[in-house]
């Protein structure tokens, strides 16, 4: 496995008074008008907080409430957040660093964190440190009774996706601890994938006798590549040859690892995945930079067969989420991370999502809600 760097709790504290990124020098006017690009404004966000701002593109994923009570006292979710002094966007929404320069900088936090998504105790070393992952957008993800963690780290011009069962546990002195280890299961023979692409989805029971998949990229005209095994039977370049999926006009990206649906719906999954226009930014940002990654961030619902050709069968309007500073806008970058099926209420979705690469949030979802807007293809919500 790649290799854990700590961080003292105090350096970040240092570090952000040197580079002079401060999260109130943000820009509330980054949106752009949901009307004019008729997308849907949905569900009632819910800012989260870390311990080291500005941090961004969160995971949450509810914890097992036998675990949680011998964690720490209230816990009831796992987070972590993607933090990165040389990339964030608080300040200007753009950064003139070069790409390498911006990518040293990548560390992932965890945190466990209540009902209320406010911090209860940091994931720390054995020495009190924070621990850092190492990679950049990760997601956490319950498949049955198994916490898997997965995500993205960049070295020496190629792209590495790691995956790593997780287990958690508290010392004497009621500190958190993390340990990663290679998942055990007959369909996985490696921990990493070079240069298959990013926002990679799981697709898992948690049963050992159930087949292990990773959902790749969504392809044209209406399906996804899903490949059973890690590593998959077909190389990256075989599946980097599928056309890609285009919605208005734009390519759709993945975003997280879909949800089955069973057993209300037996043989289907949910997923979201996005766009970005790169076309509206405000005038004082233009006049600075370009985002790094794309702005006029769309996202979509979409509903999936679990059986090859992995055909999608349903695409919602576009959507987002009311911007905290204006309700009737989108922030220009709104990336979901991840989406929990709650396991206390099934019924409900917990979306977790990074805002204008900078600040996170979450909001929860009726599943019906969503399978009515998504199936429909309504343009209200």
């Given at each position: 496995?790649?290799t854990?760097?700590?961080?003292?709790?105090?350096?970040?504290?240092?570090?952000?008074t040197?580079?002079?990124?401060?999260?109130?020098?943000?820009?509330?006017d980054?949106?752009?008008?949901?009307?004019?690009?008729?997308?849907?404004?949905?569900?009632e966000?819910?800012?989260?907080?870390?311990?080291?701002?500005?941090?961004?593109?969160?995971?949450?994923?509810?914890?097992?409430?036998?675990?949680?009570?011998?964690l720490?006292?209230?816990?009831?979710?796992?987070?972590a957040?993607?933090?990165?002094?040389?990339?964030?966007?608080?300040?200007?929404?753009?950064?003139?660093?070069?790409?390498?320069?911006?990518?040293?900088?990548?560390?992932?936090?965890?945190?466990?964190?209540?009902?209320?998504?406010?911090?209860?105790?940091?994931?720390?070393?054995t020495?009190?440190?924070?621990?850092?992952?190492?990679?950049?957008?990760?997601?956490?993800?319950?498949h049955?009774?198994?916490?898997?963690?997965?995500?993205m780290?960049?070295?020496?011009?190629?792209?590495?996706?790691?995956?790593?069962?997780?287990t958690?546990?508290?010392?004497?002195?009621?500190?958190?601890h993390c340990?990663?280890?290679?998942?055990?299961?007959?369909?996985?023979?490696?921990?990493?994938?070079?240069?298959?692409?990013?926002?990679?989805?799981?697709l898992?029971?948690?049963?050992p006798?159930?087949?292990?998949?990773?959902?790749?990229w969504?392809?044209?005209?209406?399906?996804?590549?899903?490949?059973?095994?890690?590593p998959?039977?077909?190389?990256?370049?075989?599946i980097?040859?599928?056309?890609?999926l285009?919605?208005?006009?734009?390519?759709?990206?993945?975003?997280i690892?879909?949800?089955?649906l069973?057993?209300?719906?037996?043989?289907?999954?949910?997923?979201?995945?996005?766009?970005?226009?790169?076309?509206v930014?405000?005038?004082?940002?233009?006049?600075?930079?370009?985002?790094?990654?794309?702005?006029?961030?769309?996202?979509?619902f979409?509903?999936?067969?679990?059986?090859?050709?992995?055909?999608?069968?349903a695409?919602?309007?576009?959507f987002?989420?009311?911007?905290?500073?204006?309700?009737s806008?989108?922030?220009?970058?709104?990336?979901?991370?991840?989406?929990?099926?709650?396991?206390?209420?099934p019924?409900v979705?917990?979306?977790?999502y990074?805002?204008?690469?900078?600040?996170?949030?979450?909001?929860?979802l009726?599943?019906?809600?969503?399978?009515?807007?998504?199936?429909?293809?309504?343009?209200?919500?």
């Amino acid at each position: 496995l790649d290799t854990i760097i700590m961080f003292p709790v105090w350096l970040a504290a240092v570090l952000l008074t040197v580079h002079g990124i401060q999260v109130h020098h943000y820009i509330p006017d980054a949106s752009y008008d949901a009307h004019n690009f008729n997308v849907t404004l949905i569900g009632e966000p819910t800012m989260i907080e870390c311990s080291t701002p500005p941090c961004f593109n969160p995971s949450l994923v509810e914890l097992p409430a036998s675990l949680a009570i011998s964690l720490a006292p209230n816990a009831r979710y796992l987070a972590a957040w993607r933090f990165n002094i040389a990339e964030s966007l608080c300040r200007n929404l753009a950064s003139p660093r070069r790409q390498g320069r911006r990518r040293l900088g990548m560390r992932t936090f965890m945190a466990l964190l209540d009902e209320h998504f406010e911090t209860v105790a940091p994931i720390v070393t054995t020495n009190g440190l924070f621990m850092d992952l190492h990679m950049v957008d990760v997601r956490l993800e319950s498949h049955g009774s198994t916490l898997l963690v997965h995500g993205m780290s960049y070295h020496h011009g190629s792209m590495f996706w790691t995956l790593s069962q997780l287990t958690l546990g508290a010392d004497e002195k009621g500190m958190v601890h993390c340990n990663l280890s290679s998942l055990t299961h007959p369909d996985v023979h490696q921990s990493t994938l070079r240069n298959y692409g990013k926002n990679l989805g799981v697709l898992w029971s948690g049963d050992p006798d159930v087949p292990f998949r990773i959902m790749y990229w969504l392809k044209s005209p209406n399906h996804a590549g899903v490949y059973r095994g890690l590593p998959p039977l077909a190389t990256a370049s075989e599946i980097s040859k599928l056309p890609p999926l285009y919605l208005d006009g734009y390519p759709a990206h993945n975003n997280i690892s879909p949800i089955d649906l069973a057993p209300e719906h037996p043989g289907l999954y949910l997923g979201v995945m996005h766009t970005h226009w790169d076309t509206v930014l405000p005038a004082h940002v233009k006049k600075i930079n370009a985002t790094n990654h794309g702005n006029t961030y769309m996202s979509y619902f979409f509903v999936m067969r679990d059986i090859e050709p992995n055909e999608v069968i349903a695409i919602s309007a576009p959507f987002c989420f009311p911007s905290r500073f204006q309700s009737s806008r989108c922030d220009i970058i709104q990336f979901i991370t991840s989406i929990e099926r709650l396991a206390s209420d099934p019924g409900v979705l917990l979306v977790s999502y990074g805002i204008n690469d900078c600040e996170s949030a979450i909001v929860k979802l009726q599943l019906s809600h969503v399978l009515r807007f998504a199936l429909t293809g309504a343009r209200k919500w």
